[in-house]
């Protein structure tokens, strides 16, 4: 149990389905992210959030819609993905984006078919 | 911007012997952290260390071992009588204090550790 947890677990979805990956933090951080682990790539980096406001979008595709509503829950909306955005989605925070220790959740395993 | 090179793409090693993975990292920030990172198949990225840049002093917390070098770049992880459980993916990671790295963790592509019985 890090503190952060991530639902769902896995998720299939088609490609014209709207869903949303859902992180819930219990650490009183101030700083969340998502990373996408695929196949392929290393771990990368997508979005961070420092108190609620967007600070870093690593040159995320638009069908990929972060969305902070407080310090404590992080959401990646999703819609009409491709196949190839499949991958193990993780989601951490820290106290601050300044050199902390990041905690990250468990992930969501996400196929698109 | 950073980068991270763990030459060992898969070590296997047989229960209770000692292996050590190797992290090269490049940065051109004075001031920076490291982290190592456990992966079980679960997919959770558990923490294991969080190191300042500062601090070169050598770190054992259990049968874990670290030794950091910062004249060579290495951060270099070793898991003494290693155990089943210790099987795992495991990730070096660099991280900036400032610049445009400022709060990001940077991952390469990870050692697969396997312990076999």
């Known amino acids: 149990e890090t503190g952060v947890t991530q639902t769902p677990r896995h998720l299939v979805m088609g490609m014209t389905n709207k869903k949303s990956l859902k992180c819930e933090q219990h650490?009183?951080?101030?700083?969340m992210y998502w990373y996408k682990q695929s196949a392929k790539k290393p771990l990368e980096l997508m979005f961070v959030y420092n108190f609620k406001e967007q600070t870093e979008n690593n040159s995320v595709p638009s069908r990929f819609s972060p969305e902070c509503p407080n310090s404590s829950h992080l959401f990646l909306h999703l819609h009409t993905l491709q196949p190839e955005d499949s991958a193990l989605y993780l989601c951490?925070?820290?106290?601050?984006?300044?050199?902390?220790?990041?905690?990250f959740g468990e992930g969501s395993w996400l196929t698109v078919v | 911007a950073q980068k991270v090179t763990q030459a060992q793409t898969e070590i296997s090693v047989v229960e209770k012997e000692d292996v050590t993975l190797d992290c090269v990292y490049e940065t051109r920030d004075t001031t920076y952290y490291l982290f190592w990172y456990k992966q079980p198949p679960s997919g959770e990225l558990v923490f294991l260390i969080r190191?300042?840049?500062?601090?070169?002093q050598n770190e054992i917390s259990g049968r874990y071992s670290w030794n950091f070098q910062k004249s060579t770049s290495s951060f270099n992880f070793t898991i003494t009588a290693s155990q089943v459980v210790d099987s795992a993916v495991y990730f070096c990671?660099?991280?900036?204090?400032?610049?445009?790295?400022?709060?990001?963790?940077?991952f390469g592509q990870g050692t697969i550790l396997t312990v076999h019985p």
């Open positions: 650490l009183g951080h101030n700083a």
């Open positions: 990671a660099p991280l900036d204090a400032g610049g445009t790295s400022y709060g990001k963790l940077t």
């Open positions: 951490a925070s820290s106290p601050q984006i300044s050199g902390n220790t990041i905690y």
């Open positions: 190191r300042n840049s500062f601090d070169e």
